[in-house]
């Protein structure tokens, strides 16, 4: 298909869980890895980007599963910019099996941000030709992952950043905070299988920093989860859905 971006990946032991399947942040990881893919072919590769004082941050993550991808699997990820939306962009996928058949989509929204002054830029302000692909669309520009009031949330653990889980931007990765909900769940909750994953970041995490996790009840199918720092500002919001 023109003007979208598919790579093919094995999924290797390190990658999966106690359950041979995929991890959800492994998934989010190959998902990043196939935008960073898209985006460099189309010209404005890393150092480019570095150049001109410029990154990409991710603000918004809709992921639905029919399964999650098995040890020694080869997936195929498809990828594409579906255009602007204000100051954002939009970025579907789909995620294919052996046997071409799908089982996982996304729909994602970034935004381009200035590095030094950590400001949101206007699309016009990109200085590289990338082309819109209007053929598919994986669903609706996603909504911002909020919580209701009426949502109990309470305590579940607290971790701090490490090297482990920074990026090349000195702060924690993306992929890294679908951990900080799995490991909130109860041994029972994990034996279940994922549906669905949505996550809006809200203020990225550096090194150092302590991250106070909490979550709801399993209600209805659905955990949802915050990150927040000690003073109650809050890193992300975000749910899983589990199958029935």
Same mark, same amino acid.
């Given at each position: +298909? ?9 999924? #290797?032991?390190?990658?999966? /869980? ?10 989010? %990881? ?6 960073? *893919?898209?985006?460099? =072919? +189309?010209? *404005? ?16 993550? /809709? ?21 602007? &939306? ?18 996982? &989509? ?7 941000? /200035?590095?030094? &002054? ?5 699309? %016009? ?19 911002? +992952? ?7 949330? #309470? ?15 000195? =702060?924690?990765?993306?992929?890294? #905070? ?19 994953? =949505? ?6 995490? &550096? ?19 915050? *990150?927040? %720092?000690?003073?109650? %500002?809050? #890193? ?5 859905? +589990?199958?029935?």
């Amino acid at each position: +298909m023109g003007n979208t971006w598919t790579v093919e990946h094995l999924i #290797y032991s390190n990658e999966i /869980d106690y359950k041979a399947t995929c991890r959800l942040s492994n998934l989010l %990881s190959l998902m990043q890895r196939a935008a960073d *893919g898209d985006v460099e =072919h +189309m010209g *404005g590769t890393r150092d480019q980007m570095v150049a001109h004082n410029m990154g990409w941050m991710l603000t918004t993550i /809709d992921l639905v599963c029919e399964r999650m991808p098995k040890f020694n699997e080869i997936v195929t990820i498809t990828t594409w910019n579906k255009g602007t &939306k204000g100051p954002l962009w939009l970025r579907d996928f789909r995620i294919f099996d052996e046997s071409n058949q799908e089982i996982a &989509k996304a729909c994602t929204l970034w935004a381009l941000v /200035d590095t030094d &002054k950590r400001k949101v830029l206007r699309p %016009s302000a990109y200085p590289f030709e990338i082309n819109p692909y209007s053929e598919d669309s994986v669903g609706p520009v996603p909504d911002k +992952m909020n919580i209701s009031d009426e949502v109990e949330l #309470y305590d579940s653990y607290t971790m701090t950043v490490h090297y482990s889980g920074i990026d090349s931007n000195g =702060h924690l990765n993306n992929a890294r #905070y679908a951990d900080l909900c799995m490991d909130a769940l109860t041994v029972e909750e994990l034996d279940q299988a994922i549906h669905g994953f =949505h996550i809006t970041y809200h203020h990225e995490a &550096k090194m150092g920093e302590v991250i106070h996790i909490l979550r709801s009840d399993l209600t209805d199918g659905v955990i949802y989860f915050r *990150g927040q %720092s000690q003073d109650g %500002s809050r #890193y992300y919001d975000a749910c899983l859905r +589990m199958m029935d």
